[in-house]
């Protein structure tokens, strides 16, 4: 017997009922970016390494040590599998001009890949929701974003400020945090002896990811460090100030957390995160922020954008936690059909159903003894279906069939003709 072959670790299968909550998700999701107007783009999984190490910056985790990265066998082009999906929707826009006839709102759905050690909550292969305002420059677009994101929660059913927490910060302009930069490697030299392999390794290639270490024994002296809002001008200031107020406006609870830098270099001015204590360390569910000079970096015209990543298998798994219970789908009506010969009939009317949207569930059987009546009656009721559509002997010499409800306790059957089928379909979607 062959070897068994299994998934790669950290990659996993999503099968049912537990793809209806994904099923489920993704039609939230969908109908929040139509009614705030953002369209659906789709980038491949595979890009150019060089665009995640000018996109992201060299010195970070996810280039680093968190990419799938490799060589194509034709042509020895370097290709990694993206690692979030930010990156290649610039790429995307820049490479078709797509914003020559003006800013754009757009999202996108689909797989990244990080190689860490897969945990629960945190895995190789996981799902991202990517949304994204680009040629945006105002605050206005900022606290959309945010109040976006609650309205999500609110319609997934959480509670922001008891299952979800807004945290947000600043991180201002380029000579901002070349101030702080200075300041920062200034400071960290003074503690050298408090740093860890990583941070001693980033002490002048990148300090500022060293107040991200989750090293406990680093907590403190991180702490202490200086703060980029010291160093914030002006215009910066009034950024943030102008997205706290609409914020405030909406009264929507937030944190302004000093320390908050995200894991990406491309972010400038407002960042924020949606975080919880429900799910242990994995505390993040949502964060983005503001880059607007990620266009330049990879090639287009300078270009203003702000935008936000949502872990799809983060998320569910707080929602399992805290959420409603989400049932998965059942038919409107189930099928029973004691003898095969009547099937051509029979999936001529059950195709007419559907075609009037009618959710439908066929009996079938794998040998060709099909089941009693009283078998099949158990396995309509097992469905879920609010209906069974009985096309026993009787009722098809009459052309008909029998709708047994199986929902309301009264056990009610009626019969229904088969020649006209749309006359009384939508009897059968009333009462779902």
């Known amino acids: 017997m062959a070897q068994k072959l299994v998934a790669v670790k950290g990659m996993n299968d999503i099968l049912p009922p537990d793809s209806a909550r994904?099923?489920?998700?993704?039609?939230k999701v969908r109908g929040l970016m139509r009614r705030y107007g953002y369209a659906n783009v789709r980038t491949p999984?595979?890009?150019?390494?060089?665009l995640f190490v000018r996109g992201l910056g060299e010195v970070t985790d996810i280039v680093e040590k968190e990419m799938y990265s490799f060589a194509d066998s034709m042509n020895g082009d370097q290709l990694t599998l993206r690692p979030e999906a930010t990156a290649g929707i610039v790429r995307a826009m820049v490479e078709h001009n797509a914003l020559y006839n003006g800013p754009l709102r757009v999202w996108t759905m689909g797989a990244v890949f990080r190689h860490e050690r897969p945990q629960k909550g945190r895995y190789r292969q996981f799902h991202q929701i990517d949304v994204e305002a680009l040629g945006y420059a105002g605050p206005d677009v900022d606290a959309e974003q945010i109040l976006m994101c609650r309205a999500l929660w609110r319609e997934l059913g959480l509670v922001e400020g008891e299952d979800v927490r807004l945290e947000i910060n600043s991180l201002g302009q380029s000579e901002e945090r070349?101030?702080?930069?200075e300041a920062l490697i200034a400071y960290f030299e003074a503690h050298a002896p408090l740093l860890d392999e990583d941070a001693r390794r980033r002490l002048h290639s990148n300090p500022l990811r060293i107040l991200d270490s989750k090293n406990p024994a680093m907590q403190a002296m991180v702490e202490a460090a200086p703060q980029l809002t010291s160093f914030l001008g002006e215009t910066s200031l009034a950024h943030l100030d102008a997205v706290r107020a609409i914020l405030d406006a909406a009264g929507l609870p937030y944190r302004v957390n000093p320390r908050l830098v995200r894991g990406m270099d491309y972010y400038n001015l407002t960042v924020?995160?949606?975080?919880?204590d429900k799910l242990g360390s994995q505390g993040t569910v949502c964060g983005g922020g503001r880059y607007d000079g990620l266009f330049e970096q990879l090639g287009g015209k300078p270009t203003p954008a702000v935008g936000w990543g949502l872990g799809v298998e983060r998320l569910?798994?707080?929602l399992e936690a805290v959420g409603p219970a989400i049932e998965p789908p059942v038919p409107d009506a189930y099928a029973v059909i004691p003898d095969a010969a009547a099937l051509p009939v029979v999936m001529r009317a059950l195709q007419a159903?559907?075609?009037?949207?009618?959710k439908v569930q066929m009996h079938s059987s794998s040998n060709a003894d099909r089941g009693s009546m009283k078998s099949q009656l158990k396995k309509a009721d097992a469905s879920g279906a609010r209906h069974a559509l009985i096309f026993g002997a009787d009722e098809l010499a009459q052309n008909q069939v029998t709708v047994k409800s199986l929902r309301d306790g009264s056990g009610q059957q009626v019969m229904q003709p088969l020649a006209d089928v749309s006359t009384w379909a939508a009897t059968l979607q009333s009462l779902t």
């Open 45 to 50: 999984i595979v890009e150019p390494t060089a």
């Open 316 to 318: 569910l798994l707080l």
């Open 178 to 181: 070349q101030k702080h930069r």
């Open 272 to 276: 924020f995160e949606w975080v919880t």
């Open 22 to 27: 994904w099923e489920w998700f993704e039609d």
């Open 353 to 358: 159903l559907r075609d009037a949207g009618v």
